[in-house]
């Protein structure tokens, strides 16, 4: 509770909180309200994004860059002033913006850029708008039948709305009745202009970023919401009547057995046979255990993301505002991993938790490094506005070095001075040799069956949650993404708790890594989506590709190591109490 207080109050004053305070936000008639340009980029490849005024509209006399947070930077967001006038409750009828010759070359790039459906993004008083920079009419559509034909937007129609002294909704209108043909190469005499509308609204300021989740509510996706819901409670019963049988006749019939002292009846409880080798550390005690740190680590990130969204401080197109609550709650949940790691290891061994510190610390973030190089390189041979600057880069840099890198040792030192052993290690030399299991039996039909279940459970939802990642709609709200959350934590739980079984009575006391790995497989599945999703979806090029498919690969990393410390977790809870039931008969 007083880390999740400490990333409250931290969120409250870093990240950006005008979305919701009507502090600064309060204006008179006349006033100027500054509309700041943002990106351009395709429509339907939202991580290939370029500065605004790459593309040669009307620049202003002294071009000012917005200073930008470090999660609006992360967001390619990159805000500067626009030539745009927008005084508060100031309307204006095809106001001249500017006028200017195209060349050869910028006649080129809006061509370009109306064969690409490029977009444009600004933002009024931190809301964002979008619009359209040119079209093209297919040959089918063209009179003289010489197409297809490319123009470009030369007006913006602008409507506001406002509630007293406060602006509440913003639109903008890429007007077609102002289309400049720019089929053709050559010079073009263009004059941009644009259009204000003012109209008062009931709606209060405090609710003004509720439209931007609005899709999520339609009546068509709200029942997709809830059957997804519905299919997912149906496979949590059905699994936990699964459990309910296997433990009713089968392990209290084993626990019955015990009970009576009789040797010979024993021996028939397989699973009891290998209570000192079950007992054993796993193999690769260090990975392991920075494996689990990590595990924990996410989980609680995830939590506190969700309780930030509950309380308000996360909204849909809020700039940089959840990649700042990421990196500000990795940062500090990094004492989470060390102590976890630390507190796991020195169960089975008081030395050796060093290594795991080394581990917990590059586990997760050292492929996440290596790809966002791999991503950042990328970005910069396409001009993208996703390219980190070299001063992002060094914050980054310094913010894992002076507080993740401490904070995981911080974390290390209290979980090794504040665990014991509780688990002596057997003396027995060897381990029992597992007896030959059929193909049905081993470890990949297992990760199979426990990835299958969790993740036809939340396909709806996983579904509705990339297309809200990868367009410009809202499809989900917090609360349908929670209890898909606590459906997938439950399914994984009880399929390890069961499968956990399935393999002790197998004689296969091997169980360590691979509740793990049966728990994380759902991962797997989800990467394998995304991949079917990107083929069915309009993104296309090179760097949308690689930013697909690297931004999910961390994801799903990720949800692995988090699913599999989950399914752990519950398994050693299981393993733990038969076999302590055991001693109690």
């Known amino acids: 509770m007083l880390l999740l207080s400490i990333v409250v109050i931290t969120l409250t004053y870093w990240v950006n909180p005008v979305t919701c305070s009507a502090l600064g936000h309060h204006y008179d008639v006349g006033d100027q309200i500054s509309l700041f340009a943002n990106k351009v980029g395709p429509l339907n490849n939202p991580s290939e994004t370029y500065e605004y005024f790459d593309l040669p509209f009307c620049l202003p006399d002294q071009l000012i860059r917005k200073k930008e947070t470090l999660g609006e930077v992360l967001n390619g967001d990159r805000l500067t002033n626009s030539v745009y006038e927008l005084k508060f409750r100031e309307e204006k009828i095809e106001e001249t913006l500017c006028t200017k010759t195209l060349t050869n070359d910028e006649v080129a790039k809006f061509r ?7 977009y444009f993004q600004m933002y009024y008083d931190d809301l964002p708008l979008w619009g359209f920079v040119g079209k093209v009419e297919e040959e089918n ?43 053709e190469d050559g010079e073009i005499d263009i004059k941009f202009t644009y259009s204000v ?23 068509p996706l709200e029942q997709l919401h809830w059957f997804s819901v519905a299919n997912s409670v149906v496979i949590i019963f059905l699994s936990l009547g699964l459990l309910t049988v296997l433990y009713w006749w089968n392990l209290k019939s084993d626990l019955r057995k015990c009970s009576t002292g009789d040797e010979e009846e024993d021996k028939e409880v397989s699973w009891i ?8 550390c796993p193999l690769s005690m260090s990975l392991f255990s920075a494996v689990l740190g990590c595990g924990t680590q996410i989980l609680t990130l995830i939590c506190c993301l969700f309780v930030l969204a509950f309380v308000g401080v996360l909204h849909p197109h809020s700039r940089g505002t959840l990649w700042s609550s990421v990196v500000v709650i990795y940062n500090l949940t990094s004492v989470v991993a060390g102590y976890t790691a630390a507190s796991f290891h020195c169960q089975f061994a ?6 795991s510190m ?18 950042n390189t990328i970005a910069t041979l396409y001009g993208a506005t996703a390219a980190l600057p070299l001063g992002t880069i060094v914050v980054i840099g310094l913010m894992y070095t002076l507080i993740t890198v401490p904070l995981v040792a911080f974390g290390g030192v209290i979980g090794h001075r504040s665990t014991f052993i509780i688990q002596i290690p057997s003396t027995k030399r060897s381990l029992r040799e597992i007896p030959p299991l059929n193909w049905y039996k081993k470890m990949h039909c297992q990760m199979f069956l426990a990835g299958l279940l969790p993740f036809s459970a939340i396909l709806v939802e996983l579904h509705l949650l990339y297309a809200s990642l990868w367009s410009y709609k809202m499809f989900t709200t917090p609360s349908i993404l929670f ?3 606590c459906i997938l934590i439950l399914l994984t739980a009880l399929l390890s708790v069961g499968l956990t079984y399935f393999q002790l009575s197998m004689e296969d006391h091997q169980w360590w890594w691979r509740s793990f790995l049966r728990g994380g497989s759902t991962a797997i599945f989800m990467f394998i989506y995304c991949i079917y999703f990107y083929a069915r979806s309009d993104m296309s090029g090179l760097m949308q590709l690689f930013f697909f498919l690297g931004y999910n690969a ?18 050693l809870l299981f393993v733990r109490c038969i076999y302590h039931s055991v001693k109690s008969e």
């Open 112 to 118: 370009d850029a109306a064969i690409r459906d490029f």
């Open 141 to 183: 559509f063209v009179l003289d039948g010489k197409g297809p034909k490319y123009y470009l937007f030369s007006h913006v129609q602008f409507d506001v709305r406002y509630n007293g002294n406060h602006v509440i909704e913003i639109h903008a209108f890429s007007d077609p009745n102002y289309a400049m043909d720019i089929t």
């Open 197 to 219: 509308n003012w109209n008062a609204t009931s709606e209060q300021f405090e609710n003004r970023m509720d439209r931007y989740s609005r899709a999520s509510l339609l009546p």
């Open 273 to 280: 046979c290998i209570n000192d080798d079950v007992s054993k």
């Open 350 to 355: 008081e030395t050796g938790w060093e290594r």
């Open 358 to 375: 080394i581990l917990t610390g590059i586990l997760y973030m050292g492929p996440l490094f290596l790809e966002v190089f791999i991503l």
């Open 483 to 485: 209890i898909t959350f």
């Open 554 to 571: 961390c994801i799903c990393y990720a949800i692995f190591l988090m699913l599999g410390t989950i399914a752990f977790r519950a398994s």
